[in-house]
């Protein structure tokens, strides 16, 4: 019984010192841990504090499955609202003195129309359109898109003539506006080069349009609805996206979702650093379509700006016919084969020379095989003027083989 008494003394005794071993040490301890934690939660919910805790650079490493199959690998800062609008503005001052407003005027002449009241004359009025350009020498050169300045058009109902007046107006300084000759226009690239009689401009500087990658910043730069030179931001929404104007000419641009409106065409499509990756060109407008604008990348229209300043005009490759898509099933009902069926040959043209014959099937071009004019085209336009290309084709049931040298096209 001693025993048993004396164990169950000791085991309170020791329960004793736990308990006064909890209440000297460990509540304190644990407290202490509790409140830090407390502090370190507080303190990550403040930037500043968090920043210092742990930095503010983080890595990553991600793998896109596309259509390139890119990788990227890389570290990203945390970016505040400042920062991003100090971007904005540094961009903006850095393009903002290379851009101008583009005034054209033209003369629309409304056909004769008839009616039970008899004929009515034509009545002749003068209209106004605005655009955009971009400052691309010192001198006074500046670059915007043909549909801009090229108004040219007929109708059954109307007539709209040349432009009757091209009026530049600067951005900068006291915004001063100039008379402006018509250099140069280009409609298959939609390009056009204007001159101003003027000096020491700000020439905008070019990126390299074909490092330009999807997410980087965008700023959209021109004269929207002809209120002045205005800024749109956004991003690159995808590079190398092919599109159609309705008019039968195909560009390769850069997508943005800045916001393009009506009279920014011709304007610039600039980087985080005001440099210029492309000529803001087209939009889709339609019910339900936000943020859709495109860009002729720059890198496309330096050679094309230089044909136009001594040429005024870009001289291509020429073949010299007339064709039409032949398909398959179409072909096989006449006894022909798929490709190019020539249905017009030019007189003095390279076509003629080579000894191209209307009902002639084109199918390939230096042994690539084509179906349709545009792919033709697209192999003969990586020419130049004065090149030889092989010819395949197809004529009263045999193949040929025929060597063609590009004429110039007129």
Do not use: W
């Not at 997508?255 to 005001?274: E, P, R, Y």
């Amino acid at each position: 019984m001693d025993n048993e008494f004396k164990n169950i003394t000791e085991t309170r005794s020791e329960r004793r010192n736990s308990s006064g071993f909890k209440n000297r040490v460990l509540v304190p301890f644990l407290s202490g841990v509790l409140g830090c934690s407390l502090v370190i939660g507080t303190c990550f919910g403040v930037p500043q504090i968090k920043s210092k805790i742990l930095g503010t650079t983080s890595t990553y490493s991600s793998t896109t499955s596309s259509s390139m199959s890119d990788t990227h690998t890389g570290t990203v800062d945390f970016v505040s609202l400042a920062s991003y609008s100090d971007t904005a503005v540094y961009a903006a001052n850095k393009i903002l003195p290379s851009i101008v407003g583009i005034e054209v005027k033209y003369n629309v002449t409304q056909n004769s129309m008839f009616s039970f009241f008899g004929e009515s004359p034509k009545t002749t009025s003068e209209a106004t359109a605005s655009g955009s350009g971009i400052i691309i020498s010192e001198d006074g050169y500046i670059l915007t898109n043909n549909h801009v300045v090229d108004s040219k058009s007929e109708s059954t109902y109307y007539d709209i003539s040349d432009a009757t007046s091209v009026k530049v107006t600067l951005s900068s300084g006291e915004k001063q506006t100039y008379d402006a000759k018509i250099v140069g226009k280009d409609s298959q690239t939609d390009l056009a080069v204007l001159k101003i009689d003027a000096k020491n401009l700000v020439k905008a500087e070019f990126a390299n349009s074909d490092s330009v990658k999807i997410g980087e910043f965008t700023m959209a730069v021109g004269n929207p609805l002809a209120l002045g030179t205005t800024i749109t931001c956004g991003v690159v929404s995808a590079i190398n996206r092919e599109v159609d104007d309705g008019e039968g000419n195909k560009f390769t641009c850069i997508q943005t979702d800045a916001a393009i409106n009506s009279g920014n065409s011709g304007g610039a499509l600039v980087n985080s650093k005001g440099q210029v990756i492309g000529i803001n060109t087209l939009k889709v407008s339609s019910t339900g379509v936000e943020g859709i604008g495109f860009a002729i990348p720059i890198n496309s229209t330096i050679s094309v700006t230089e044909e136009l300043k001594t040429y005024s005009k870009v001289r291509r490759p020429y073949i010299g016919i007339g064709g039409r898509n032949l398909k398959e099933d179409i072909a096989k009902a006449h006894n022909l084969v798929a490709g190019v069926y020539v249905s017009n040959v030019e007189q003095f043209s390279a076509a003629e020379k080579a000894g191209i014959q209307i009902g002639d099937v084109i199918t390939s071009i230096d042994g690539k095989e084509v179906k349709t004019m545009d792919e033709l085209n697209e192999v003969k336009n990586t020419h130049k003027i004065g090149d030889k290309v092989s010819l395949k084709i197809y004529r009263d049931g045999k193949y040929q083989d025929i060597q063609l040298t590009l004429g110039e096209s007129n």
